[in-house]
């Protein structure tokens, strides 16, 4: 059986400037000016739990005690909230799932809380047999483990797996792996003489 393995930022949900982008969120619900400080102040934080090695909790009560900001607890969910899902995709999941032997695999360097929450939020859940989030793990995409927990974890061949995400050092990993690197435009916008498609339309085209 096929497992198709998709990045969360760039392919199910709009990416560019994913720092930038995420720090300027936090800065809204915080009220407080965004700079290029905050940007890599959050980035040190957001990374590590990423990785699991802060919860949630001690995520926002160390944004809070650095931004002296009081937390009013909605802030995670605004946070979510202000994730925009790419339109297309829930068709395109949905087509694969009818017509393919496919099994639809999520793996995304985030935090696994927010990847489940707006997967609910946005009625997509369903369509995807396995969801790897870094946080869980603790490992972040390149590190080849990743993708080779993942693959075990959907119950599916390395070599039987297709990749499609924007992120081109993902791509050379899943190459090294036997799996079939697909480039889609986002974050990066030169796939480097991979397979590329233009838009996640084309992941039906796939198969």
């Known amino acids: 059986m096929i497992g198709l393995i998709l990045d969360h930022n760039g392919v199910v949900c709009l990416g560019n400037n994913f720092y930038k982008e995420r720090s300027s969120r936090i800065a809204k619900i915080f009220g407080i000016e965004w700079?290029?400080?905050?940007?890599?102040?959050w980035k040190k934080i957001y990374v590590d739990a990423s990785l699991g090695k802060l919860s949630l909790k001690e995520y926002y009560d160390e944004l809070s005690s650095a931004l002296n900001v009081t937390l009013k607890g909605d802030e995670d969910d605004?946070?979510?909230?202000?994730?925009?899902?790419i339109p297309e995709i829930a068709d395109v999941l949905r087509i694969v799932r009818r017509n393919h032997d496919v099994k639809i695999i999520l793996l995304s360097n985030y935090v696994e809380e927010w990847v489940v929450k707006f997967l609910d939020n946005r009625d997509i859940r369903k369509?995807?047999?396995t969801v790897v989030v870094s946080s869980a793990i603790g490992i972040r995409k390149p590190n080849p483990e990743s993708f080779l927990i993942t693959a075990k974890k959907a119950g599916v061949d390395i070599e039987d797996c297709i990749?499609?995400?924007?992120?081109?050092?993902?791509?050379?990993?899943?190459?090294?792996?036997?799996?079939?690197?697909?480039?889609?435009?986002?974050?990066?916008?030169?796939?480097?003489?991979?397979?590329?498609i233009g838009s996640v339309r084309d992941i039906v085209k796939l198969f």
């Open 35 to 41: 700079n290029e400080e905050l940007m890599q102040f």
């Open 78 to 85: 605004l946070f979510v909230g202000m994730e925009k899902i």
């Open 127 to 129: 369509y995807f047999h």
């Open 163 to 196: 990749y499609v995400g924007d992120s081109v050092c993902d791509l050379e990993v899943c190459k090294k792996l036997g799996i079939r690197p697909v480039f889609i435009p986002g974050e990066e916008t030169d796939g480097n003489g991979f397979e590329t």
